[in-house]
């Protein structure tokens, strides 16, 4: 799964992290007033609301800003979200996933399917791309907290699935539904984490040449410009001599 560990350093690299804070804050603050009207509006008796709010400390969120968020669910004052999966094709048949929190599922479709389309992809039915995809929990940690073995043995402790370990940092896989459970433990073990979050594990990849990767990142760019859109993943992989050449 070496492609996503890549498209977050790259995207980092290139400065877009910063360009996107407020729209990121705003997607945070969407999915923690969700989860916390959803379930506990403390994150200590909510799982989903703790992941939440994790998430967006841990990208420098505003305590404030997260709190406001919290406010808003408890207040009822909080605007009626849908969740919605739409999946595709990008360029070079790649697979893709798109996360979005919607109060109009029918401007978020057609903007959805109107980015696939402008950017060499094609909008498929619900399913079309999803089983080349496993749901697990992903808890990263940076290369200073052991080597591959210490951390290993802190996952296996810990539940886990798996363990990517690379000059990148460590990586941990679980079961979607053990992640509250997982990344407490390892927190225990090995202090706290870069970022724990859901995701979608590609079971399949895609291997991707540089032209290809330059229009599923104007892809992948286009989408998560959109308010609508929480996430997107991929199922791309690429060499590292294309993704410096994308520097």
Partial sequence: MAGHSKWANIQHRKGRQDKL???????FSKEITVAAKMGDPDPDKNPRLRLAVKEAKQASMPKDNIDRAIKKA????????EEIRYEGYGPNGVAVIVETMTDNRNRTASTVRSTFTKNGGNLGETGSVGFMFDRKGEVTYPLE??????VMMAAIE???????SSEDGHVI???DTDLNEVSTALEAELGESDSTKLIWRPTTTTEMDLEGMQKLMKLIDALEDD???????A???ASDEVMEALE
């Fill in 74 to 81: 408890v207040g009822g004052d909080a605007e009626e979200y």
């Fill in 21 to 27: 804070r407020s729209k990121m804050f705003s997607k």
């Fill in 158 to 164: 810990a539940g886990a699935e798996d363990v990517d």
């Fill in 227 to 233: 308010d609508d859109v929480q996430r997107v993943t």
């Fill in 173 to 175: 896989y679980c079961a």
């Fill in 235 to 237: 199922n791309f992989e």
């Fill in 145 to 150: 907290v052991g080597d591959a073995d210490t």
